[in-house]
Antibody, heavy 120, light 109 residues
């Protein structure tokens, strides 16, 4: 059974940093791209970024709203994807979901999400 | 960047058919995916590649895509289908690679 479990969320002050983790199980983690998607309270879904599998270079892409502040990485030996968030802003407050990506550009499995609250 | 437009809400009586639209410029040339999100839960993929259903998704859920509109159709609607529905496309030519529609709240009357 495919499982994605996010951790690391919490309350953080504006300008500070936070790192989220996504621990995967039930599939060969290294074979898949992994994406992060967020949802602000009461709002819709917003794609944050993704990391390709090593077979496709392990490179990353980001939404314009987080580019230069957020970094996605992966440790295939541990089946974990990370989202390093720096220079956090109040508008980054959201539930952050880890998702498994498919080649057609869709997300077939989602974690339960972790809440990040940016507030002073 | 590419924009997807969904109606904010759709209402339907139990047993009837619900149609949720997703508009975009020449969306028929793209692959459209749909997600269902119930309150307090993570989204669930219900349709991918316009009309394919993941295992475990009832046949009552179907999709189509042509021209400037993609449509998610839910037949014989049940109370348990009440949720928010999001369409999504992948646009590798833009900075926002994955684009979501604003979501449609389906209410079962």
């Amino acid at each position: 059974e495919v499982q994605l479990v996010e951790s690391g969320g919490g309350l953080v002050q504006p300008g500070r940093s936070l790192r989220l983790s996504c621990t995967a199980s039930g599939f060969t983690f290294g074979d898949y791209a992994m994406s992060w998607v967020r949802q602000a309270p009461g709002k819709g879904l917003e794609w944050v970024g993704f990391i390709r599998s090593k077979a496709y270079g392990g490179t990353t892409e980001y939404a314009a709203s987080v580019k230069g502040r957020f970094t996605i990485s992966r440790d295939d030996s541990k089946s974990i994807a990370y989202l390093q968030m720096n220079s956090l802003k109040t508008e980054d407050t959201a539930v952050y979901y880890c998702t498994r990506g498919q080649g057609g550009g869709y997300f077939d499995y989602w974690g339960q999400g972790t809440l990040v609250t940016v507030s002073s | 960047s590419y924009v997807l437009t969904q109606p904010p809400s759709v209402s339907v009586a139990p047993g009837k058919t619900a149609r949720i639209t997703c508009g975009g410029n020449n969306i028929g040339s793209k692959s459209v995916h749909w997600y269902q999100q119930k309150p307090g839960q993570a989204p669930v993929l219900v349709i991918y590649y316009d009309s394919d259903r993941p295992s475990g998704i009832p046949e009552r859920f179907s999709g189509s895509n042509s021209g400037n509109t993609a449509t998610l159709t839910i037949s014989r609607v049940e109370a348990g289908d009440e949720a928010d529905y999001y369409c999504q496309v992948w646009d590798s030519s833009s900075d926002q690679h994955a684009v979501f529609g604003g979501g449609t709240q389906l209410t079962v009357l």
